[in-house]
């Protein structure tokens, strides 16, 4: 019976359940979503997830549907559009950031042939899954979030430190971050999603 389901977060708001049960921590290889989540960890820093989670739809329209060659195109025009957009986080280090993401997003696409086979590589083209019993044992950063910020940094990338990297990896399911007692973990933890990697390219 769906009122018996353990999840992660005790809470009765539709939109985290639905979030939680179909979304979170589920692998994929689409850039699009990738680049999605990489802005909004962005904006979440200093927030909490709900709050950008409550307006991702607003996001979604106002940085036309996380298109990183549309957004990497933005001018200042762009930036003053954003600033006066109501329900996005109007902050200009924010928004400038994600603007420059965009372009480090399309280079680093360039030399991999996605962010995806750039991405996975984290996690050696497979989800780690880890077995935590609960949220107080959940960690904020780890040896590959710290790995995978200090690239991305390099790389040009900004608004992504370790903390930010770890929730990024959690949410598109490099990382199995639900608890064990989860009704997802096991459903998850079953998903063998490998990368396309490329084995001659390095990160």
Not at 46 to 70: H, N, Q, V, Y
Not at 72 to 100: C, F, H, P, W
Request: glycine share 6%.
């Amino acid at each position: 019976m769906e009122k018996d389901l353990v999840r992660c977060w005790n809470t009765k708001n539709s939109l985290h359940i639905r979030y939680h049960d179909v979304e979170w921590g589920v692998p994929f290889h689409d850039d699009n979503k990738f680049f999605e989540f990489l802005t909004l960890g962005g904006f979440q820093a200093g927030l909490t997830w709900w709050l950008i989670l409550e307006r991702r739809e607003s996001f979604r329209r106002a940085f036309d549907e996380f298109d990183p060659m549309k957004v990497a195109n933005y001018t200042s025009e762009d930036t003053q559009r954003l600033m006066g957009t109501r329900n996005v986080i109007r902050n200009k280090a924010k928004i400038s950031a994600a603007v420059n993401n965009a372009r480090c997003f399309l280079e680093v696409q360039k030399e991999f042939g996605s962010f995806d086979a750039f991405i996975w590589r984290f996690v050696q083209g497979k989800a780690i899954a880890k077995a935590f019993e609960g949220l107080e044992n959940l960690p904020t950063e780890t040896e590959e979030s710290r790995s995978m910020s200090q690239e991305l940094r390099k790389r040009g990338f900004q608004f992504v430190g370790p903390t930010i990297c770890y929730a990024f990896m959690q949410a598109v399911g490099l990382v199995n971050g639900h608890i064990t007692s989860c009704f997802r973990y096991d459903q998850i933890r079953r998903m063998q999603y490998p990368a396309n990697l490329n084995k001659d390219t390095d990160v």
